[in-house]
């Protein structure tokens, strides 16, 4: 399939539909609606269903409802509609259901604005909702990837029967990049892969030996037995972060003076900058978490090569992964910050600046 | 030997928990027998709430749910619209449908979702120990209420069925009582009606049963069903609001 010029809103869209997602439900919010409305116009030339819910937090039980029923399912929001979302994800979590959700980042905290930001990182990776509990965030730093994200968010949710997040920002969903689609899956593959979650999910039932009782259920009032639950997704959480870990290594090189770390939208501008310093002769490298959890501690770490003197995270936010790249790097070279907040990008020319100032 | 009443098939054998005196599991009795009456029991899936009935999974014998607080009506439509086979209902009480899910249950309603939805109302919160509900009475005591319920400081009890008799879509509503056995036999009715209504697929389907706390309350089971026909129902009237299949807007 050739190339088309898309809006990262739409692309993931798309990308959803093809890789057999029927159901979605979803509130306006900017800057993701175009995404609602995506849904809006082709779910229903799928076949699929589309309901613009009364609020992020209906959305979000809808998903829990059809995740339950063993269907592919998504929903997205921006920041706000993020944190209402969160009762929910948990309740995802707990009940371990295979949901995805995408968050079109803006600025916070509060009402915000609704220019890109980074500052969702917490949320998405340290909890956001209540319990002990983990999501898997995926990081696009371009459409292409925030399009083929979706059918990777959809395939990890339901290999692990877990919630996973796609964290984007108002920049991926606004900007307009070729993409190129991943084949659609057939409505044969499509019901081929509800039944496949008929050990579990919510489901016709037969009489006799074969009868079943599936309970969509995230409470456990034996402290005991809840104790085992959350250990139980321990030990899944274990699988995988050691089998899901992604990160890209940009210009990474045992000559490398520096080495930053960024993700997303920050990190195509810390690339820029990146490929000026190396026409001035200047080394530096790159990693880029693709997962923001599980998160890419031993890319880090395998990064920090012997000329590396200043490690450099620069993110849209105050600082929110910082303390992830110091637990990478354990000590061995001095970490510095620079980020900017307020939905404000910042420029190549400004990282590049900050980046001399270490040379 | 003749068996004239037995367990409903879709109850499971798990004893029910509820504090003596109390109708839950009346109710949910009545449910059961209306679903195998129906020969739904293997294409019936329910939402448990949070509150007295939040084991509610536990006890029908079919796939079943937990929902987040109130938000029963929008899982319910979630597992609905993934699996259109499955024939699907909430079971809920006052707190949890007429406070923190009101939105749930209201845009549930307003969209004619294919569910029944069985609401229980017995003015009080029971689970977490008698607090008020939006359905508590005008001057009713309760935990959070302990000088009664002043209607100019925290609002007056809510009609939900009332109010669902605004929305056009609902297809069914009616308020039905289980004070007396001549009251269950016509909150039967309603319950049948509302699950037959559902397997062929008519529309929402909405039936409030007024209930009892004894505990809560702090009187003896069926004094509290005296205080509730003398105190609830002259508020919560029982009334057939709609019945599009008998023709009654």
Redesign the interface.
């Known amino acids: 399939m050739s190339k088309v010029l898309m809006k990262g809103n739409e692309a993931v869209a798309e990308a959803a539909i093809r890789a057999g997602c029927r159901l979605y439900f979803a509130y306006p919010i900017t800057p993701q609606s175009e995404l609602i409305e995506y849904m809006a116009k082709m779910m229903p030339k799928v076949g699929g269903t589309f309901i613009q819910a009364e609020s992020e937090v209906a959305a979000i039980n809808m998903v829990y409802g059809a995740a339950g029923a063993g269907k592919r399912v998504m929903t997205s929001s921006s920041s706000p509609g993020i944190s209402l979302k969160m009762e929910g994800i948990s309740y995802c979590a707990g009940a371990q259901l295979p949901a995805v959700i995408v968050n079109v980042q803006r600025g916070g905290p509060g009402l915000g604005d609704i220019q890109p930001a980074q500052a969702d990182y917490f949320q998405a990776t340290k909890g956001g909702g209540h319990g002990d509990y983990r999501l898997i965030v995926l990081a696009p730093s371009t459409v292409q990837e925030f399009a083929d994200m979706a059918a990777d968010a959809l395939d990890l949710a339901y290999k692990y029967r877990n919630p996973v997040m796609i964290l984007s920002d108002g920049m991926l969903g606004q900007m307009m990049e070729p993409v190129e689609f991943r084949p659609a899956k057939t409505e044969e593959e499509v019901q081929e892969l509800a039944k496949q979650h008929e050990n579990w999910c919510i489901c016709p039932n037969e009489d006799g030996v074969n009868r079943h009782h599936h309970e969509i259920n995230s409470l456990e009032i034996d402290p005991l037995v809840l104790e085992k639950h959350v250990n139980n997704l321990f030990v899944k959480y274990a699988e995988i972060e050691q089998h899901e870990v992604r990160c890209e290594e940009y210009n990474i090189n045992g000559d490398n003076e520096i080495l930053c770390v960024a993700f997303g939208t920050a990190s195509r501008i810390v690339k820029s900058a990146i490929n000026d310093l190396k026409t001035e002769g200047k080394s530096v490298g790159l990693i880029r978490p693709i997962t923001l959890w599980p998160y890419p501690y031993e890319c880090v770490a395998r990064a920090l090569h012997k000329n590396v003197r200043q490690v450099y995270v620069f993110e849209l936010n105050k600082g929110q992964m910082l303390d992830d790249v110091k637990i990478a790097v354990a000590g061995r070279c001095d970490v510095k910050f620079w980020g900017k907040v307020g939905g404000i990008i910042f420029t190549p020319g400004e990282i590049k600046e900050k980046l001399l100032e270490c040379f | 030997m003749e068996t004239i009443a037995s367990r409903p098939l879709s109850l ?1 054998k798990t004893p029910f928990h509820y504090c003596p005196g109390c109708l839950h599991g009346v109710a949910h009795r009545l449910i059961a027998e209306a679903v195998d009456e129906n020969g739904l ?3 019936m ?1 329910g ?1 448990a709430p949070v509150g007295c009935s ?2 509610a ?2 006890f029908f ?8 607080h109130g ?1 029963a009506p ?10 259109p ?2 024939h699907v209902f909430t079971y809920q009480g006052d707190g949890d449908l007429a406070a923190i899910g009101t ?2 249950i ?2 549930a309603a307003n ?1 004619g979702e294919h569910i029944s939805v069985f609401f229980v109302n017995n003015a009080i919160y029971g689970m977490t120990g008698g607090q008020m509900a939006p359905t508590t009475l005008p001057e009713m005591k309760t935990t959070t209420s302990p000088y009664g319920r002043k209607v100019d400081d925290m609002g007056h009890p809510i009609r939900m069925c009332e109010l669902m008799a605004t929305l056009v879509a609902p297809y069914y509503i009616e308020r039905v009582s289980l004070l007396s056995p001549a009251d269950i036999i016509k909150a039967k009715k309603a319950v049948a009606k509302a699950i037959k209504y559902n397997k062929e697929e008519r529309g929402f389907t909405f039936v409030e049963i007024i209930s009892t706390c004894p505990t809560n309350w702090g009187i003896d089971p069926i004094k509290a069903r005296d205080w509730a026909k003398d105190n609830m129902l002259p508020f919560f009237k029982p009334n057939c609001f709609r019945d599009r299949g008998e023709g009654v807007e």
């Open positions: 499971t029991r293997n294409v899936t939402i939040v084991f999974y536990k014998d079919f796939d079943m749910a937990e929902a987040a938000r929008a899982v319910a439509t979630g597992i609905k619209r993934a699996r086979e499955m939105a749930e209201i845009h969209r």
